[in-house]
Every structure is written in structure tokens, then in C-alpha cells.
């Protein structure tokens, strides 16, 4: 089994900076991709960012510019830095990861953070 424990989250003024940590314990061999996704109230869960274990990324539109993923693979841990927040990018932010066992690939998701951005 494969946990994923988030923290970081929190309330922050418009304009502000926040970085979310999400640590990956477990039984694995490796780490493929990671993600961060957030779903606002009322709406679909969405990508925001994600890394592959080579450090290729991809941001979702909406925070090009603004945020950066990043990983530590020594510590098995995915960051987003988050800045000039905007109230929009309010939600609960989850962490998502790829992890290899063996031949086969198993997704898991993190409990959660909420992430308010104030106006």
C-alpha cells in the first residue's frame, strides 16, 4: 500500500504565495509521474500540474506563469509553489502519483488540502 500525506494549505491574500508538500510512503519500486490536481466547490476535479520522473512538466493554462511543480525523488516528494494566488485558484488540492511495483503501475491519491485565497 502506498500513502500520500499532503500539508501546506491554508488561507492566503490574493497576491500571496503558498507551497503545498506531498510525501509518498510505501511499498514501491519507483515513482513515475506526480501531480497536483483541485477541485473548487461545484466543480470537476482538474489537473493543475504534474512532473514525470524525468522532470518534464505541464501546468494547466490557468496558473502557467504562476505556479511550479518540483519533486525531491530522494524523498519521494512532490512540491507546488504557488504564487500571486489569485481567489479562483481557491479549492481542495490533491496529490496524485504513479507508483511502480514490479511490472504494474498503481495510481493513488492524497487526502486532500484546502487552499482559500482571499480577495
Known amino acids: 500500500q502506498v500513502q500520500l500525506v499532503e500539508s501546506g494549505g491554508g488561507l492566503v491574500q490574493a497576491g500571496g504565495s503558498l507551497r503545498l508538500s506531498c510525501a509518498a510512503s510505501?511499498?514501491?519500486?519507483?515513482?513515475?509521474?506526480m501531480a497536483w490536481y483541485r477541485q473548487a466547490t461545484g466543480k470537476q476535479r482538474e489537473r493543475v500540474a504534474i512532473?514525470?520522473?524525468?522532470?518534464?512538466?505541464d501546468y494547466a493554462d490557468s496558473v502557467k506563469g504562476r505556479f511550479t511543480i518540483s519533486r525531491d525523488n530522494a524523498k519521494n516528494t512532490v512540491y507546488l509553489q504557488m504564487n500571486s494566488q489569485k481567489p479562483e485558484d481557491t479549492a481542495v488540492y490533491y496529490c496524485f502519483a504513479t507508483v511502480i511495483r514490479g511490472l504494474l503501475r498503481y495510481n493513488y491519491w492524497g487526502q486532500g488540502t484546502q487552499v482559500t485565497v482571499s480577495s
Open positions: 510505501g511499498t514501491f519500486d519507483s515513482i513515475n509521474a
Open positions: 512532473i514525470t520522473s524525468g522532470n518534464l512538466t
